[in-house]
């Protein structure tokens, strides 16, 4: 195999995911570019929780300070019941205190802009399909099928989502990702002032939250248990009023500010079944394509950033790239599962729906909400605690 300086390394996907990638790998002096299937890279309506781990790997990048300066700052945050009681709540100054860093949210096309900003001129190709042919192996390199032809690569990094078509490539025997049972919708208002309750409500089979972004938006977000694929005859925002309108304030108020056409609905569906590795050949998987999770613990995208860091950090610009994808499994593929199991877990709690079983869960809630704080945040500390590689260049 040639020095892989002499072939680009190709990612799969325009994603958060796919463009940490792409950053960290320049971060450590190897050429790379992005194929993105979409026309452009546009989110829209949706906000992210960057948690301390994923900001300590932004960090690294050099992108952190940007992310964190668009934070909306806020005093708590918490769980309550649906007639508005709270069962617990934490000050985020505690949150900050414990884990050395914050949990800031922002929109996706806040995490986005930062990280293209960050990268070359000409490395994102969007309205570029792309999609691997040959995986490689030690001695021959990956092939990328693109618009421009089959193009080799000494690395690929496959960030294609939870429709991954590399992954059932890869790995044609997994039985693939099961639907959750859960569907969500996300939306982002500007009521003209942050609400004062700040965190999220669970009810009988759902949950609705709510999350101060800049400028006095706020991001909005519910799940419910829902059949798949199903979808409202009158429309979302209708849906949404009919699930939360008797909910505690601010919670109907800010769904009635959420414009129709801007609210998104999609089920959710996780790699119950977790792979056997996240590589093979020369094509390393990343974020969803190797672990998605059910939303319920804000790790997806976290955990997507972590990958990121972390392939990057095992390779160089000179050398083989290949004998280095089995340690990224290694050290990956515990962790995530872990956290794909954690957080299917919280949503079986979710799911409760009978009377004796969300009053069981409500007066577990409230005893937690009891204990003294830093007994509450240590539960978070295997996740929130991890720290990034070091990178090559960092900024």
């Known amino acids: 195999m040639p020095p892989m300086g002499l072939h680009q390394a190709i990612v799969i996907g325009g994603g958060i995911g796919g463009l940490t ?42 992108v952190g ?17 649906p007639s508005g009681r709270w069962l617990a709540r934490t000050s985020t100054a505690a949150v900050e205190a414990h884990f050395g860093d914050p949990i800031v949210a922002v929109t996706r096309a806040d995490v ?20 691997v042919t040959d995986p490689g192996d030690d001695r021959q390199p990956a092939v990328v099928r693109t618009a421009d032809g089959d193009r080799p690569a000494a690395l690929v990094v496959a960030a294609d989502g939870i429709r991954s078509a590399t992954r059932g490539l890869l790995f044609p025997g997994h039985p693939g990702t099961r639907y959750s049972g859960f569907t969500t919708w996300r939306s982002i208002v500007a009521p ?38 199903a979808r409202a ?18 919670v109907p108020q800010l769904f009635a500010l959420a414009e129709p056409d801007r609210v998104l609905r999609n089920d959710v569906w996780d790699l119950a079944d977790p792979l056997p590795a996240y590589h093979h050949g020369r094509v390393a998987l990343l974020g969803d394509a190797a672990h998605a999770m059910c939303p319920f613990l804000g790790q997806g995208a976290c955990q997507a950033i972590e990958d990121a860091v972390v392939l990057a950090s095992l390779l160089t610009p000179t050398g083989d790239p290949a004998p280095a994808l089995p340690a990224y499994t290694a050290t990956r593929l515990p962790r995530t599962t872990a956290i ?32 003294p704080t830093r007994t509450l945040l240590r539960r978070s500390a ?14």
């Open 382 to 395: 295997a996740i929130y605690n991890w720290q990034p590689p070091t990178l090559r260049t960092e900024v």
């Open 192 to 229: 003209g002032r942050r609400p004062v309750a700040v965190g999220e409500v669970w009810g009988r089979g759902r949950l609705a939250g709510i999350v101060p972004l800049a400028d006095d938006r706020v991001y909005l977000y519910g799940a419910a248990l829902a059949p798949a694929g």
């Open 112 to 131: 986005i802009a930062a990280l293209v900003d960050a990268l070359p001129e000409g490395t994102v190709r969007t309205d570029s399909p792309a999609t």
């Open 340 to 371: 794909v199991t954690a957080s299917r877990r919280t949503g079986t709690l979710i799911a409760l729906r009978t009377p004796a079983a969300t009053l069981l869960r409500t007066t577990a809630l409230t005893l937690a909400g009891l204990l």
């Open 233 to 250: 005859a009158d429309g979302e925002h209708a849906e949404l009023q009919r699930l939360y309108g008797d909910w505690c304030a601010p």
């Open 65 to 81: 300070p940007r992310l964190r300066a668009l934070a909306a700052p806020h005093p708590a945050v918490g769980v309550r019941h």
């Open 21 to 62: 990638a792409a950053l960290a790998l320049h971060r450590q002096g190897i050429p790379v570019t992005v194929h993105e299937r979409a026309a452009s890279l546009e989110p829209v309506g949706a906000g992210l929780a960057l948690a301390p781990n994923a900001l300590r790997a932004l960090d690294r990048l050099g």
